[in-house]
Structures are given as C-alpha cells and as structure tokens.
C-alpha cells in the first residue's frame, strides 16, 4: 500500500493482522507486561522470544481515510472463545470501518500454541484457505 496524490491509497485490498493482548490490539500497557515478563524470564536464565507489535492502532489511526476502498483483518490468539480471550480482528474492523473502509470478511482468528506462538496444528493452511478466499471476497477476480 502506498500513498498517491492527495494522500490516497493505492491498493486493491489492504490486509491488516495483530496479535490479540488483553482482549483486543496490542497497547503500550500490554507491551510493557510483555517486556516486563520477557526480562524477569531472562534473569531466572529462561527465555521469552519477545518481538515488540508494530503499533497498529496508530497504523489506523494515521493512514488515509478508506474511501470505500476494501480491508479484511485477521489476529492472533488462543483457541478459547473470543469471549474469554477477546479479539483484535474485531476491533481492527470495527476501527476501519469507521475510517470509511469496506470490510470484505469476518475478522477472522489464528489459534498459537502459546504466547511465543507457532500456529496450532492445521492454523497455516486455514491461514492460507482465507488469504485465497480474500479474493473472491474482495471481488478482485483477474487483478489479484
């Protein structure tokens, strides 16, 4: 995605993901326990593979306006309900659909195994079954 003239956006479809903490996206309070834990885990001599987000409700917050222009989300999170675990594909959504974006799928959820992740078991072909399915949904036909 980049930006054209005027501070558009230049793209067929933005695709937006973030692990969820704390029932929604990722927020400075959440990396610093992140960051907290990590370093605790480090003096006892265990380790936390830690990477800090890419701050994505400021991502939302800046980029241009949508337009009408088309999005799909997708998080990360645990295989529980998203009632107990909450989810930032929801909240992602729900912020750009605000910012004028044509939301194309569900927010959809990728189960880790743990907070270091990997995926769970089968999560990257079903990760992969959605990416394709993004095409249809965003009605891109030829372009993608």
Known sequence: MRPV?????????????????????????SRKALEQEAAEREAKGETLEYHPTAAMRRFIDD????????????????DRSAILTGSA?????????SRGYEIVSAPESFFVVDMKGPLADGELERATAWGASLVTAANLGERA
């Open 5 to 29: 003239d005027g501070g558009s956006v230049d793209a067929d479809l933005l695709v937006v993901g973030a692990p969820t903490h704390v029932h929604g996206l990722p927020s400075a309070r």
């Open 89 to 97: 594909a929801r909240t992602m959504a729900r912020k750009l659909r």
């Open 63 to 78: 980029i241009p306006a949508g337009d009408g222009r088309k999005v799909a989300c997708f998080d990360t999170r645990f």
